[in-house]
């Protein structure tokens, strides 16, 4: 009965197709991920194979569509518990994500089977508001290779101390919103089989105290971690020793409040030597010197501070720093007054950050009086300065990474970048200068990487960048003026140059690349221009160049289009005017050597070579179309994509798919649908049937589509069910509906009428034999002998034929003794007339189907007798010859039916067989008496009631039955 129920849902499935669309999960492969964009909603870490995302309800059913080889998986879910074995089908899985906003707990044995589990994340509430969270103590079994855990948004104080017990392996834990007063509450918790742990985060919590537990100093676990993190806890308080377990750390974080008493309480705390330190959010006047003393007691070399409010930064305040001090990060912070010469006594200092912190000047080398700074790296981005003066920076000849991002700087004075033989790369993106000058760069001749993109630079002067011969990234923007030629402000080309980004206003502009000599490798070219003149395309520069990104309206290049004198591109991404006149974009066809395009914003309409855009095109793997005028992708158009695996569609016109756009595309793995309006119209119906039936290729988010109905927009699957109902999915649906009812019926029938069938066959079987039989051997004869009293007499002698027995004898093995040695005895070889009995062990036909031989030797029987006993109500055999007997006597309604009772049978035992209670209520039958006097008695009934069928003068029913 169930294994017909389960074939039920096979054909149930062919009723409304759509349902198997709407998948829970997606998987992606890996080289794909990157072009797969916003699509993703969770970091996947490259490496780690096939990456799914699941957004489910039921973690039994809803994960069903994941297939074992996922390595990487993202789950958003709105279940309440996760139940036990729930992930046990996906052995592969490397890094797990959960993020369940109703999530109340973890049931023991969760993870089971996940032996080669690295990094595991489970998030209760996002906002962290420490849910109330059942984890039981075997939640975690099973994660013995764990290396990574981090749990975010429940109340530590409900877990047990052998929570954490199975995870023997791990290396890093992070704790997130767990609402804990007291650092030991957490620590103390860990468990003694954590040996190998070294990364502890506690962040975001509520600490407000550091304490001191003889649990945590005398804790091998604790002695062993190199990284702690505590930021985003209101640290009041920090018990001396607190921290004594910790004589090794690489980094330290905190969050002190503006009432934390005394930084010196930090190394008072016992910590031993830390090599990085990470401090936010105090506001007090002495907070630089007393952290500059922890830095001395520490040995601390890397020393970070973020959202602090001080007075003053001088010498001063940094004359107790340790000469061991390398690196110092002053980020989003404000401190009244700075005097730029504090450097001076920590002159050992190689890196200073000072972002975010309002700064209008920074004339560190003011005053320097001939003192070297040994600084290697100097970042002051987002900030306030608006000039660099003359040798601004001379004091730093050792300088090879300058920051100035994000300011406001118009004016480079003459020398100011003077004295920084070593810089290597140099950032000045995204501030407002005008004008770049012949002297401006003249001494960076090491330079490396140079960022002036977001400047509206109105002048460029020639040779401004002939000393930048190691020259390898640039970028240069935003352009006011209308012609640039390359060749003359780099005096030729760096020979070095990788990628080049050039930007200019919403102006057309006329650009020169007269490249001479050839850089050694181009490999990317990005060019954000309104639009483009260039007079000389046919250079070897362009064919040097892998990667490119284009942005313009309108290019112009010796009559042909731009793209066609790059035969070596690898990567095309191209963003055009959408809304202006349609361009001919045939002349694509012509980069054999493309894998990945991207066209954005193009006007494909009325556009005669379209059709012909991807053709010759048989290396391309990613193809992302974004908002192109496009009304219809046609089998033609991808004839040649043999090697597409990604198409990736997101257009904001109605589009109508083609049937059969997709059977050219043999290596076709996915295709991801991120907004699409199609149209609701039939003639893509065929899409859904396909997308169904794949096997190969994953249509991603096809769900959530919507298509166009007079103006509206709905949703695609229930529309297209609406409209396109089709007569083959009538007819599928009909079929489905007729196969479940008749394997309904059969289940029933198997189960109520399965030996009323089998007996209905065999006695219609033996009916058609014996009529058919008979009349054969009549006529044989009839032609054997003459004369109608011969034929006459021959029928009568066939009928009688018919009957060979005078009784059937039905009987369990374990009665045959009573019945060779009683039964038989006395009917075939006493009395007057000596009766032929069938009994199945004599005279059943060698050969013969069982049944057949019961179904036949019954028939061929005046009457049945059947011997009842305990052990014949339990026997399958004896219950079928009871049937058969049954039936024949219902059919004849004579009396061809004898019912002996060997053995005294109980009601109750009796009530089992409702066929047999009938029988016994309506009709009379026998006893086989103890009493050795009325034996003769009922030898004689029994033998004339199979003579004559007379059992008028024994109506003896047992009160015991009828009652």
Known sequence: MFQSLKLLLCF???DVSFAVIAQHCFTFKEQILKDIGSTLSCDHRPGHGDYAECNISDFRSDLTELTPEVRSLCIFHKAKMIPEKAFSQWPSLEILRIFGEQLNGIMSKAFIGLSNLKFLKITFDSSSKCRNVSLEDQAFAGL??????????????????STFNPLRELVSLRLAGVCVKELSE???????????????SLEDSGVSTIDKQDCMAESAVLA????????????????EDSLKVFQNLSSLSLKLLEQFESRNSIWKSGIGQVDKVRISGPKSKGLINDLCSMTAHLSVRTLELSQIAVD???EKSLQNCSRHLKTLSICSSKIQQIDFRFWKVAANIESLTMSDMGLKEASFCKGANGTIWNITSLNLENNLLKEVHANQFGCMPLLERLVLSRNSIETLFQDALSGLPRLRTLKLNSNKIKQLSYTDFESLSALEILLIDNNTIQKIEEGAFRKQKQLQEMTLGTLLFPELYLTMIFYGFPPKMQNLSIETGHHTALLHFGVNPTPERLSALNLNIFGIYIDDCNNTLLKRVRELKLMAYYIACDFHSFWTFFPNLESFEYKGDSEGHSETYGDINTLRNLRRLKLTSLNFANNSETDMMFWNLKKLQVLTLVNCHLNFLTKSMFKDLLSLQLLRIDLNNPLTLLDGMFDPLPSLRAIVLDELDFRCDCENNWFLDWAESSKQVQVIHLQRQQCVWHYQKRDYLSTMEKLCQTDVQYLCYLGSSIAIALLLSASIGYRFAYWSCVVLFFRLRGYVERKLGGKWRIKRRRRERQGDEEVEVQVEEEEEEEIKFDAFVSFSRHDEAWVLEELAPRLEEEGQQRLRLCLHSRDFEVGKGIVNNISESIYRSRRTVCVLSRQYLRSDWCSLEMRVATYRLLEEQEHSLILIFLQHISPFQLTAFHRLVTLVKSRTYLEWPEDLAKREHFWECLRRNIVKGDMSAHDGKLKEYTE
């Open 144 to 161: 013995e290779n764990l290396q990574e855990l981090e749990l975010t948004g429940f109340q530590f104080k409900n877990i047990s101390s």
């Open 12 to 14: 149930s499935l062919c």
């Open 186 to 200: 957490v620590f103390c918790s860990l468990s003694d089989n954590m040996a190998l742990l070294q990364h502890l």
């Open 224 to 239: 062993g971690v190199k990284d702690l993190n505590l930021d985003g806890n209101p640290i009041q308080v920090i018990e």
């Open 312 to 314: 003053m930064l001088s």
